[in-house]
C-alpha cells in the first residue's frame, strides 16, 4: 500500500530525494478509515497556520489538501496518511504538499508504558515540524535504558509532553493536561471538546515531576490511540484510578464525529 503524491502527482525519486534532503516544513498525521478521519477540520486548519508562519504564503488551503489527500488514497477506506508541507526547490517562500499513504496503524492500546523524564524542549513547540531528530534520539536512549518511551519537561522543571504525543492525568476527580508550551495535538484538542460534551471535567495545570505521585493515572493521546495508558513516570506508578482515566478519554472519543474526505467543506 504505501504510496507517495507531490503536488497530486507520483514522487519521483529525484523529489523523494529533494524532500529527505531538506529539512523544512511540517506536517500533520492522521488516521483513515472507511475514507473519513476524526478532526480533519483540525488538521487542515493546522497545515494552513503552520505554511503561513513558516512560508509566509498559503500553499496548503484546505480545499486544496483535501482534494489531495482524496486523490492519494485513491479506492483505500482504511489507511495512515501523513500530509507533509515542503520547501520547494529554489523557492523558500513557495511549498509543496506530499501526501503518504501507508498501512492503517492499530488503535488498540499497547500494555501500559513504562516511560521516564528528561529535559528536552523543541523548537517552535507549537508547530508539528519536521525537525524530529531530538525527540527521537531522546526517545531510543530511554528505550536503551529499559523504558518504553519518554516524557519531556522544560528547562523550567514543568512537564511538557511526550515524544510523539500529549499526556493526560487523572487527579481522582477530573482530566488534567499540562500548561506548557506544547504541540496542541489534534487528539488532544477534540478530547477536550468531547469530554466537555459528555460532562467530564478537565482543566489544565503547571506540573512538576514532583507533583506526579499526588495523581492517580497517566495516558499518553495521540492519532491512533485516544488513551494509551502509562504504567509509571520514573519511579511513580500509576495504580490507583481502577480505569477511570482510559474509560473517560475513551467514552469521550467515541462522541468525536468521523469527516468523510471527499466531502467539501461549505
Not at 480533519?40 to 484546505?62: C, I, K, P
Not at 516524557?151 to 504525543?165: N, Q
Not at 502509562?230 to 484510578?241: K, Q, Y
Request: proline share 5%; glycine share 8%.
Amino acid at each position: 500500500m504505501p504510496h507517495i503524491e507531490i503536488n497530486g502527482l507520483d514522487a519521483s525519486a529525484e523529489e523523494i530525494h529533494r524532500v529527505a534532503t531538506r529539512n523544512h516544513g511540517h506536517f500533520t498525521s492522521m488516521q483513515v478509515r472507511g475514507g473519513a478521519v476524526r478532526g480533519l477540520e483540525l488538521h487542515l486548519r493546522r497545515l494552513e497556520t503552520a505554511s503561513r508562519e513558516l512560508f509566509g504564503a498559503v500553499e496548503s488551503d484546505g480545499d486544496r489538501v483535501r482534494a489531495l489527500i482524496r486523490h492519494a488514497l485513491r479506492d483505500v477506506r482504511d489507511a495512515s496518511v501523513r500530509v507533509s508541507v515542503v520547501s520547494r526547490a529554489g523557492a523558500p517562500a513557495s511549498a509543496d504538499v506530499m501526501v503518504a499513504v501507508s498501512d492503517p496503524v492499530s488503535d488498540v492500546p499497547k500494555p501500559a508504558l513504562r516511560v521516564r523524564t528528561v529535559t528536552y524542549e523543541r523548537e517552535l513547540p507549537h508547530l508539528k515540524h519536521l525537525a524530529t531528530l531530538g525527540l527521537i534520539h531522546h526517545r531510543l536512549l530511554a528505550q536503551r535504558a529499559g523504558f518504553d518511551d519518554v516524557l519531556f519537561l522544560g528547562r523550567d522543571g514543568y512537564v511538557r509532553e511526550g515524544s510523539i504525543w500529549n499526556v493526560a492525568f487523572w487527579d481522582g476527580e477530573r482530566v488534567l493536561w499540562p500548561d506548557a508550551e506544547v504541540l496542541p495535538g489534534i487528539t488532544m484538542l477534540l478530547l477536550r471538546s468531547a469530554l466537555d460534551k459528555i460532562g467530564v471535567p478537565w482543566s489544565t495545570r503547571r506540573l512538576t515531576a514532583d507533583a506526579l505521585p499526588s495523581l492517580r493515572a497517566a495516558a499518553a493521546t495521540y492519532s491512533h490511540c485516544p488513551a494509551q495508558p502509562l504504567a509509571s513516570i520514573d519511579h511513580t506508578a500509576f495504580t490507583g484510578d481502577d480505569g477511570e482515566l482510559a474509560a473517560a478519554l475513551n467514552t469521550a472519543w467515541a462522541e468525536v464525529p468521523w469527516d468523510f474526505v471527499g466531502a467539501v467543506s461549505g
